[in-house]
Structure formats: structure tokens, C-alpha cells
């Protein structure tokens, strides 16, 4: 009888394991990285709050000039990241850059290289179209943005958004008078 218990016991727990494993699996993050959030652009105002939220964010320092400072979310050796940010001192405004490829449909024949639709950009995209309020489309040198004005925003202007289609961008325009010009 003890032997039918013991294998009663072992079966039993390895259902346990099979049953528990993708949720451990699927609970675990990613280490290091890290995804921005509305509430945190949001918040950017100075060179301070920008550099918090870098760091907080796990992004690293890649260079800084007299004019700017660069960071990169968990750059490779080679410098490449699935997110860049830089900071303009001279004008007080941020430009990031997020990775929208991945792949999509793991686990199934469709597998494959793309763009994801719930990228760290999308979402931040789709929360800053139902709380701000659209101001115009603007075109600085050879890109175009849809402008808004984020009344939650710490920053006096407008924040933008374009799609490259693999990549989104963001950034926030605190001197209002630049934008005036180019409407």
C-alpha cells in the first residue's frame, strides 16, 4: 500500500508542477528592462525629471554634449537598444524613440518578425489621444506630428507623436513660440 501512495504522490505532484509552471513562466519579467509609462513622460519637465526617469527606467547614459545628453535602454556592445532618449538642454524638451518590432504570435505557426501592436509607444499613444486634446499636425524639417496638449503634462507646450512604422516617437515641445511659427 505504501508504494501506491508513494507514485499516488509523485503522479500528483508533477500534475501540480505541469498545472502551476506557466504561470510562474509567464509571471516573470524580463531582467533589466523596463517600459515608460504616460504618467511618467508626463511628469519631465527639467533635465532633473528627466534623468530620474531614465534611471529609473533602466535606460544608460550613452553620451552627452554641451547641448544634449543620450540614453539607451539596455544598450548591447555595440550601442543598439530597442529605445533611445535624448534631452536638448538648449530648448528644455525630451525626443524618445521606442522599438514597436518584435515577434508576434509566439508559440504559433504564424510566428514571426513584426510590428507589435501593444508596444510600450502604442500604449502611451492611445492614453495621450483620450486625455489630451488634439491641437494640429506639424511638420518640423522632414517629420510630421500629431501635437497634443496634455493638461496632466508638468512641461508648458505640446507633446508630438509619429510612427516610422518600426519605431514611435515622442516628444514634448516646452517652448510654445517655436510651434507658432509652424502652424
Known sequence: MRLKELLNFIVMKKFLFLLLFPLFVFAQTTSGSSELTYKELMSINSMETFLKV???????????????????????????????????????RFWIQFSRTGTVAIGTPQEREGVIPDSAYDKIFEIIKRRCRFDAVKTIGEETYACYNCRQSKFSGLIGLRSTGRAGIITAFANKKVWDLNR
Do not use: W
Open 54 to 92: 531614465m534611471i529609473e527606467n533602466n535606460y544608460s547614459k550613452v553620451e552627452t554634449t554641451e547641448s544634449t545628453v543620450i540614453f539607451a535602454l539596455n544598450p548591447d556592445e555595440f550601442g543598439e537598444s530597442t529605445s533611445f532618449a535624448y534631452y536638448y538642454t538648449a530648448d528644455n
